[in-house]
């Protein structure tokens, strides 16, 4: 449906909080999964409760450094979460992203470096953007104009990664400093307020110094939230099988439970057997061993919805090789009719398939898949 179809439908009933309202572009698969199939079938409220869980489960899942791997460079910004540092030639450690196909590009940055005694500390410029350093120095001069540079996030890191406190302008133009203390952040925003406007006067119509990040290690920490993952990937079930069935058909009284579980109302642990072990909420999604689609075979997403008596099902494997079964609810049906979709991963493709061609993919060895 297009943008200016959605603009012209007053109101639809939301497939999750079951209430009449405007309706919200969603996307069936994460459009920051490659998915470009849209359903109208979200109020705005509710889609923008999930961007949390959508992003995380984009960039801090098992299967994150696939979608960076697989994401062409002229499809869309993929960007690997959490924090990625690397070590410069000068042995000093830097904030980087991983974006796709594993670029890694150094975020811009002002830092300052401390040397040996009796040498002083140095301020100095990183980054491989020359335009996104200029924002960095637009945003700081702005910040501390305003007096807004002291309400900047400090995130403590490792001693040694964060030895050179940093201010670094993350992908969305917000800034963090990183610093191996509360202390020495604040002492570094100090040190930055009093000498910013020597620092400015002298990057005004100069060429600043860029580079490229040059082959390497990169020590990566990546958080992973298993229940905003699997909350997310029941949502894309969810998703699909209103699109296929309707909204009346899922906001029965049985989805109700998977409902709440997706927007994150209901999520339920079992007691910790150990130290070591995470609790997750496996009531409605569990993992499939790594590997291809035993069922359908792709080099992209699919969604396979099924029934099993008494249990609507469905099987959704993400990037080929991360499959889940999403058990949606009990329904007594006399009949359900097997669907299947494929999506690509770069927002070009989405289709239902017949049965025919799964039966042909799954029994034609390397057959080729398009």
Same mark, same amino acid.
């Given at each position: 449906?297009?943008?200016?179809?959605?603009?012209?439908?007053?109101?639809?009933?939301?497939?999750?909080?079951?209430?009449?309202?405007?309706?919200?572009?969603?996307?069936?698969?994460?459009?920051?999964?490659?998915?470009?199939?849209?359903?109208?079938?979200?109020?705005?409220?509710?889609?923008?409760?999930?961007?949390?869980?959508?992003?995380?489960?984009?960039?801090?899942?098992?299967?994150?450094?696939?979608?960076?791997?697989?994401?062409?460079?002229?499809?869309?910004?993929?960007?690997?979460?959490?924090?990625?540092?690397?070590?410069?030639?000068?042995?000093?450690?830097?904030?980087?992203?991983?974006?796709?196909?594993?670029?890694?590009?150094?975020?811009?940055?002002?830092?300052?470096?401390?040397? !040996? %005694?009796?040498? *002083?500390? $140095?301020?100095?410029?990183? &980054?491989?953007?020359?335009?996104?350093?200029?924002?960095?120095? +637009?945003?700081?001069?702005?910040?501390?104009?305003?007096?807004?540079?002291?309400?900047?996030?400090?995130?403590?890191?490792?001693?040694?990664?964060?030895?050179?406190?940093?201010?670094?302008?993350?992908?969305?133009?917000?800034?963090?400093?990183?610093?191996?203390?509360?202390?020495?952040?604040?002492?570094?925003?100090?040190?930055?307020?009093?000498?910013?406007?020597?620092?400015?006067?002298?990057?005004?119509?100069?060429?600043?110094?860029?580079?490229?990040?040059?082959?390497?290690?990169?020590?990566?920490?990546?958080?992973?939230?298993?229940?905003?993952?699997?909350?997310?990937?029941?949502?894309?079930?969810?998703?699909?099988?209103?699109?296929?069935?309707?909204?009346?058909?899922?906001?029965? !009284? %049985?989805?109700? *439970?998977? $409902?709440?579980?997706?927007? &994150?109302?209901?999520?339920?642990?079992?007691?910790?057997?150990? +130290?070591?072990?995470?609790?997750?909420?496996?009531?409605?999604?569990?993992?499939?061993?790594?590997?291809?689609?035993?069922?359908?075979?792709?080099?992209?997403?699919?969604?396979?919805?099924?029934?099993?008596?008494?249990?609507?099902?469905?099987?959704?494997?993400?990037?080929?090789?991360?499959?889940?079964?999403?058990?949606?609810?009990?329904?007594?049906?006399?009949?359900?009719?097997?669907?299947?979709?494929?999506?690509?991963?770069?927002?070009?493709?989405?289709?239902?398939?017949?049965?025919?061609?799964?039966?042909?993919?799954?029994?034609?060895?390397?057959?080729?898949?398009?």
């Amino acid at each position: 449906m297009k943008r200016s179809d959605t603009k012209k439908m007053e109101q639809i009933l939301c497939i999750y909080c079951g209430n009449h309202r405007s309706p919200s572009e969603e996307h069936v698969v994460q459009k920051s999964l490659g998915g470009n199939l849209i359903t109208n079938l979200v109020c705005k409220d509710c889609n923008t409760g999930f961007s949390t869980i959508d992003q995380r489960l984009a960039e801090s899942s098992i299967f994150s450094l696939a979608r960076v791997g697989n994401a062409l460079p002229e499809s869309f910004p993929a960007y690997l979460g959490g924090d990625n540092l690397r070590v410069s030639p000068e042995g000093r450690w830097e904030d980087v992203r991983i974006t796709n196909r594993m670029k890694v590009e150094i975020l811009p940055q002002i830092r300052l470096e401390k040397e !040996p %005694e009796p040498v *002083p500390p $140095r301020i100095a410029f990183a &980054g491989s953007d020359p335009d996104e350093m200029r924002v960095l120095i +637009s945003l700081v001069d702005k910040k501390i104009g305003n007096g807004a540079i002291n309400k900047v996030f400090i995130k403590v890191g490792d001693p040694i990664k964060s030895k050179d406190p940093r201010i670094v302008l993350h992908r969305h133009k917000d800034l963090y400093i990183r610093a191996a203390s509360q202390a020495e952040g604040e002492e570094f925003i100090a040190v930055l307020t009093r000498v910013w406007s020597q620092i400015y006067t002298q990057v005004q119509g100069s060429q600043l110094k860029v580079e490229p990040a040059p082959p390497g290690v990169v020590a990566v920490e990546v958080q992973v939230c298993p229940d905003e993952n699997h909350r997310a990937i029941a949502k894309i079930a969810y998703n699909l099988l209103a699109v296929c069935k309707g909204a009346e058909y899922v906001l029965q !009284p %049985e989805f109700t *439970p998977l $409902r709440e579980y997706i927007r &994150g109302n209901e999520i339920v642990h079992e007691p910790l057997q150990g +130290s070591e072990d995470v609790t997750v909420d496996t009531r409605f999604v569990q993992s499939f061993p790594y590997g291809p689609s035993a069922f359908m075979p792709s080099d992209g997403h699919t969604v396979v919805l099924g029934y099993s008596h008494p249990t609507v099902f469905a099987l959704v494997t993400l990037y080929s090789n991360f499959t889940y079964l999403v058990k949606m609810a009990d329904l007594d049906l006399p009949e359900f009719q097997i669907e299947v979709f494929e999506f690509s991963i770069d927002r070009t493709t989405s289709r239902r398939l017949d049965l025919r061609e799964v039966y042909q993919r799954r029994t034609t060895p390397d057959i080729q898949i398009r």
